[in-house]
């Protein structure tokens, strides 16, 4: 078909503001990582946008390599992620089963127990005093324990098995197995892909929280890599980065660029791997509304 | 003869209860470890809250602290900052909201007149992407950038403002807070959109061009219509939930300078309860919050049910 030039102009007028938004998309990244391979006198003075590094200079990527808090970071979150991970999705599924169970009398009951919970919560300082009053305060479970299910994910769960057609379990049932059983062996190889979505949103939860382990741990030793970012980026108090040959107190620029590269990095070259599963994953929940 | 029947109905029906629980015993099993997560972790503090009537000493516990009943929201209400902080909550609100919510619409739409399949899908990709950075990450970026000696303060010299550490100046934080969060989401909230533009039957758009009407015009007259019930359930969600303006980017962003224009009433929540540990004061002022909250999600869904077809519950 021959485009028209209103078309032709619309066309040209729609490409270019696509490359504008690539470019505000990108751009920041491109600057943090030319920034972290410049000198920092070079950053410090520099003008505007930069598109090269200024002047060339390594240093900063030796300090944060040597720095035991980043190492010390990412191995507490690894912890944390798998661990939390796996007792979220078996605790998830386990409430969503039972609430895809057909005819329980009691399953209406347990549903609105489990739903109230998306429009009420005590707020933070009740459940910091539940979390205290257990003695998970600077323990790895205070991270974990409070988020053990989301409501949310348990609602897309509980859509996906019931979305199983009960014959599927019938002979299963004859043979006498455990509605255990049935779960495990029919139920959640049938749910693969939003099993898959799950594991991301939950994955991503815990790769992106800060919040509760800066309230909950003082031993900085269990520190998850977001709050060891934080102490770097924002308040600028992670005293291991300062090291007495550049004479600052500061930390320096290139080295807080550096940080943010080496922490983002593994997200970036995961990320299109990632991208189809949460495209999936936005319609799963959608689905629900 | 009535008495006897009614005592036989209530204990039949106990034996209904009873005889379910007997039988499906074993499912019932599968869920006691989510229940206890649920009492422990969301009803626990739900009733913990009620240290927001009381003047919570930790060595008497909860039940043992004295109720002072409404002091606590009195003194919220009585304080100057109040005000400050409500306004404020408000005010990011409905900004994130007017700037934040017609983003993805319109980049969902262009998107979708774009006739590369290629070019689409890396543009696509490449908006998505700051979705996937941490907050921490992109608060840093932020704080680097808007320093003194940062690209963007140099921008804003540039057009006529002055040269200093933008996020000092209690103006610029709400500007600064919304775009960084277009920037962040615009991309990922298209998603939604971009679903529902691919659902519209392609004939109409044949029909449209048959009819000789331009790009602009099948935008207008197929595009949009065609996304409408989409926008409008979004549209709930997001005005229902416009004045929970979320604590954590406000509290890696902001600094004592800019309390004026930056501190929301979640954010005073967290200062007050976690950091100068007025535990019951700081319940009292987050029960407030989450009334609010609740009223608008409510208010919201109940417009929507009498005006369209869409509604939440």
């Given amino acids: 078909m021959k485009m028209t030039t209103d078309e032709k102009v619309f066309s040209v007028i729609n490409t270019i503001f696509m490359l504008f938004i690539i470019f505000i998309t990108l751009y920041p990244f491109w600057y943090v990582i030319m920034a972290s391979f410049s000198d920092n006198s070079a950053v410090l003075t520099n003008q505007g946008l930069m598109f090269w590094p200024q002047g060339f200079n390594l240093n900063s990527y030796a300090k944060v390599l040597k720095n035991n808090m980043i190492y010390t970071g990412y191995s507490n979150t690894l912890i944390i992620l798998l661990l939390g991970t796996v007792l979220n999705l078996i605790m998830t599924a386990l409430g969503a089963f039972v609430l895809s169970r057909r005819n329980l009398h009691l399953k209406k009951l347990l549903m609105i127990i489990v739903v109230v919970t998306m429009y009420f919560d005590g707020g933070i300082v009740p459940l910091y005093l539940v979390v205290k009053n257990l003695g998970l305060i600077n323990t790895r479970w205070a991270l974990i324990l409070p988020g053990l299910i989301s409501t949310y994910n348990l609602v897309i769960l509980r859509t996906a098995f019931e979305s199983i057609p009960a014959s599927l379990e019938e002979s299963a049932k004859i043979d006498g197995a455990s509605p255990f059983k049935i779960l495990w062996s029919i139920i959640l190889p049938l749910s693969k892909p939003t099993i898959a979505v799950l594991v991301l949103y939950y994955g991503v939860g815990y790769w992106n929280s800060w919040f509760g382990a800066m309230i909950y741990l003082k031993d900085r030793n269990l520190y998850p890599l977001q709050l060891v970012l934080r102490e770097i980026l924002i308040s600028g108090t992670n005293t291991d980065m300062v090291s007495g040959a550049d004479s600052q107190v500061q930390i320096s620029e290139t080295l807080k660029y550096a940080v943010i590269v080496v922490s983002t990095l593994p997200i970036l070259c995961i990320y299109p791997f990632l991208q189809r599963f949460f495209e999936k994953g936005i319609m799963v929940g959608a689905v629900k509304e | ?313």
Wanted: one cysteine or more; hydrophobic letters at 45%; proline letters at 4%.
């Fill in chain 2, 1 to 313: 003869m009535k008495s006897d029947k009614k005592k036989n109905k209530g204990r039949l029906s106990d034996n209904k209860y009873i005889k379910d629980i007997v039988q499906n015993r074993e499912v019932y099993i599968l869920f006691i470890p989510v229940l206890v997560y649920y009492i422990v972790f969301k009803y626990l503090p739900m009733t913990g809250a009620m240290i927001a009537f009381k003047d919570y000493i930790p060595s008497q516990g909860i039940l043992g602290s004295p109720w002072v009943g409404f002091k606590h929201f009195e003194r919220f209400f009585t304080s100057p900052r109040a005000m400050l902080v409500i306004r404020n909550t408000f005010k990011i609100g409905i900004a994130n909201m007017i700037f934040g919510f017609p983003m993805p619409i319109i980049i969902a739409v262009l998107f979708n007149e774009i006739r590369n399949k290629y070019f689409k899908k890396m543009v696509q990709s490449v908006s998505y992407l700051p979705h996937f950075i941490s907050l921490v990450v992109v608060c840093g970026m932020i704080r680097q950038f808007t320093s003194e000696d940062g690209f963007i303060s140099y921008i804003v010299a540039m057009l006529g403002g002055e040269r200093q550490t933008l996020l000092n100046v209690p103006e610029y934080f709400l500007p600064i807070h919304v775009i960084s969060g277009i920037w962040k989401e615009m991309g990922w909230s298209s998603i939604v959109y971009i679903a529902a533009i691919s659902g519209i039957n392609a004939e109409l758009y044949e029909a449209a061009r048959v009819d000789g009407a331009s790009r602009i015009r099948q935008i207008w007259s197929v595009t949009l219509p065609g996304i409408l019930p989409t926008i409008i359930v979004m549209l709930i969600l997001r005005v229902g939930s416009i004045i929970s303006v979320g604590y954590e980017k406000i509290i890696l962003l902001y600094n004592p300078v800019i309390y004026n224009t930056s501190d929301v009433i979640s954010t005073y929540v967290y200062r007050t309860g976690l950091q100068q540990f007025e535990y019951s004061f700081s319940t009292a002022v987050g029960l407030f919050n989450s009334a609010i909250n609740f009223v608008f999600l409510f208010a919201t869904n109940m417009l929507s049910r009498k005006f369209s077809d869409t509604s939440l519950w």
